[in-house]
């Protein structure tokens, strides 16, 4: 049986995400309950502010941060670590050759990084990504 991930992006078409087996990532914050979230993987600045400020809460998630995410909270804002360390599942900071930098590294072409490369799934489901 191959090992599956469904990763739930913002876009419109995410709601054609129905509950299935395997592993589910979200992008941030999703645009509806998802069940049995693994993680949200989170790769900007922006996000990383709008929780520290409380505008955003994703106290129900494990976190999955990228590069952006790890400097924020480990040299700019060590409060934001402080507060937040144990929502924090992983820093995945891998940057693929391909990609320039990380702005080119949306969250959505990260989550499936992650999925393929640290998670080995064998099938990558994507929803929201229009």
């Not at 900007?44 to 955003?56: L, P, T």
Request: charged share 15%.
């Amino acid at each position: 049986m191959a090992k599956v991930a469904h990763i739930i992006g913002n876009g419109d078409m995410a709601s054609m995400y129905k509950p299935s087996p395997g592993i589910k990532l979200t992008c941030n914050l999703p645009p509806f309950e998802v069940k049995d979230v693994f993680a949200t993987c989170i790769v900007d600045f922006k996000m990383c502010r709008a929780i520290n400020e409380g505008s955003v809460n994703l106290d129900a998630f494990q976190w999955v941060c990228g590069w952006r995410p790890q400097k924020y909270c480990t040299e700019v804002n060590t409060g934001f670590y402080m507060k937040h360390a144990h929502r924090i599942r992983t820093f995945y900071t891998v940057l693929p050759k391909y990609a320039q930098n990380y702005t080119n590294f949306n969250c959505g072409h990260f989550a499936t990084h992650y999925a393929a490369n640290q998670l080995a799934v064998d099938e990558v489901h994507m929803y929201g990504f229009d």
